[in-house]
């Protein structure tokens, strides 16, 4: 199981991250690579999420994914299984990933053959929020036994998000969860929000998500 | 729902985080009053935790807590209703709180009359665990939802935790949570972690927790 690459990412050296996540997505538009920048808390399911996508888009797309993390490697050890160019990025401590962390991420893994590369960022749903990746779109992970409040706890992530999944619904009868309520305060923080109700490990809701995906990155990639 | 007292902390001052925490602790020492700083993912059960252990040491301790958060003053509400002295913290994004910010906290909260002072961490299993808050003992919620490869990932806060909760044990039917995996990971990182499971809802497993912390809070105050 060691045969996964691991890349030691270095703190940025941008001072203005903002101006370098410009340069970053305006590189990806030319070559024609959409980036994802995936967020959530720990253990919300963001890497069986990514492998049912993986799955669902991979004879279509050309995918890589970056798996970034304090440490282990046990996310793009899962990843590599799928079939898809997967990379481990340890941040050696860093609670988040910016622009400049994201592109040596992106050189290792290899973007001049991919339509869609998409970043696993740390579970964190603070700190990785207030940082610009260069992505084209970001998405965030909530699920069910989180709670439906956290869109007044952290505000951030869910205003600066294109997409919320709410993962683990096959869980609902057992949380006091509710759904109605989630979508109200998570609109009150982002009236764009698209959201989609899932279960990762079953795959049920999957198709939606997938098709939003989907028409994002080929609406990127024609150059729209 | 208003009358729960809000605080505005500012971005410690104080360059050196560790002489100040020492600095905080001592002042607690010859108070009499213990600091636990309780660390967790967002959503694994902090405040219903908090609100079972405070009801079943109140009339024997004198408590106050600090709710720490980027937005929101829910959880302060929600612990006022237990009868106990609570304040709110907002960290104005901040991801974790360092000694200064704690102090600023503890200030507003009043500790001469305390047996025991909580703060309740932002919810995030990076940042917080980089800042020694001047706590005496810090404890942290796993809850089964987030899965037992935690230790793993997020290496640091289970080094530097005393004491780790593992919650919502009654949805472990539900879950793919390997509860002997947890309990041998966790004690890689660090062999004197105490370990209690628990359900926070029902109050299941309590006892062991209360009773531990029970006996650090009177061993503390009593000047051993």
């Not at 994201?102 to 053959?113: M, V």
């Not at 969860?177 to 279960?199: G, S, T, W």
């Not at 995906?213 to 150059?223: F, I, K, M, S, Y």
Request: net charge negative; proline share 4%.
């Amino acid at each position: 199981m060691d045969e996964v690459k691991i890349i030691e990412i270095k703190q940025s050296i941008f001072a203005d991250n903002d101006r370098e996540a410009d340069r970053l997505r305006a590189g990806l538009k030319e070559e024609r690579t959409f980036l994802l920048n995936l967020m959530s808390s720990p253990g919300s399911g963001k890497t069986t999420t990514l492998k049912r996508t993986v799955a669902a888009l991979k004879d279509e797309l050309r995918i890589g994914v970056m798996e970034a993390d304090i440490d282990s490697a046990v996310d793009a050890q899962a990843m590599a299984q799928t079939g898809v160019r997967a990379i481990q990025l340890h941040t050696g401590g860093m609670c988040h990933l910016d622009a400049g962390m994201t592109e040596q991420g992106l050189k290792e893994l290899g973007t001049a053959d991919l339509d869609l590369a998409i970043l696993e960022n740390v579970g964190n749903l603070v700190c990785p929020a207030e940082f610009d990746t260069g992505a084209v779109k970001n998405a965030m992970i909530l699920s069910v036994p989180e709670g439906h409040d956290k869109p007044l706890k952290y505000p951030l992530i869910f205003t600066v998000c294109d997409a919320l999944i709410i993962n683990k619904i096959d869980v609902l009868p057992y949380f006091d969860f509710d759904m109605d309520k989630v979508v109200e305060y998570a609109h009150m923080r982002n009236p764009n929000l698209k959201i989609f109700p899932i279960c990762a490990k079953t795959g049920e809701g999957m198709k939606p998500w997938i098709d939003w995906l989907r028409e994002q990155v080929n609406t990127w990639n024609a150059g729209e």
